[in-house]
């Protein structure tokens, strides 16, 4: 006979009870309702929608490079270095294939774009701060991502727990002192009828 194997005392985290709910896909124009693997997941995985979201982050990178002095002085050399390498091969810019895109070249080429991933529109106009996104929707459908991730977190950590607590004690209390609802600190309180 073998060893002994160790019983489980809980049941395993796959229940229902513990799988987070689906989700909509953050990246703009994709929509789809998925559900997630991790509690941070934030896209879908189709390969094209993760194809479309790392073009993305990789631009808005190279935005923020190209920001500072430095940024720009390095580009500005590896263009150079690359032009000279390609007169030197001999290539001219007619032999170069059409259909290959430049990389800061695209549809809309500003400078500054939505901080929702996969918008390439630009932030709209604000007076008192610089505005982060185009519209509205773009704002709020960030804002319930970060909201989410956020709870999640304070609900992990010990003092997270007990405000959670402690907010979930003062909606009882709020429900128990309710003149005609279901109970109070003498005992059962009934509607009165007239």
């Given at each position: 006979?073998?060893c ?10 796959t229940?229902?009870?513990?799988r ?14 998925y ?6 997941q ?11 979201v790392k ?58 774009f ?5 918008c390439?529109e ?22 319930r ?22 907010e ?27």
């Open positions: 006979m073998g002994k194997q160790p019983t489980r005392r809980f049941p395993p985290r229940t229902s009870r513990h987070p709910r689906r989700r909509v896909c953050l990246r703009k124009g994709c929509g789809r309702r559900t997630p693997r991790r509690w941070n934030r896209y879908c995985q189709d390969p094209e929608c993760l194809r479309e073009r993305w982050q990789a631009r808005q990178r190279q935005r923020r490079r190209r920001a500072s002095p430095q940024g720009r002085q390095q580009h500005r050399h590896a263009e150079r270095a690359r032009r000279r390498e390609a007169k030197a091969r001999g290539q001219t810019p007619a032999a170069r294939s059409p259909d290959r895109a430049r990389g800061h070249v695209g549809e809309n080429s500003s400078d500054v939505c901080g929702r991933t996969g390439y630009p932030p709209r106009a604000s007076l008192r701060t610089p505005a982060c996104y185009c519209s509205v929707v773009c704002r709020t459908a960030v804002r991502v970060r909201d989410r991730e956020r709870k999640w977190l304070s609900r992990t950590m010990f003092a997270g727990r007990m405000k959670r607590r402690s979930y004690e003062a909606a009882r209390r709020q429900r128990v002192d309710q003149p005609g609802d279901v109970c109070g600190t003498q005992g059962v309180v009934y509607p009165r009828r007239e």
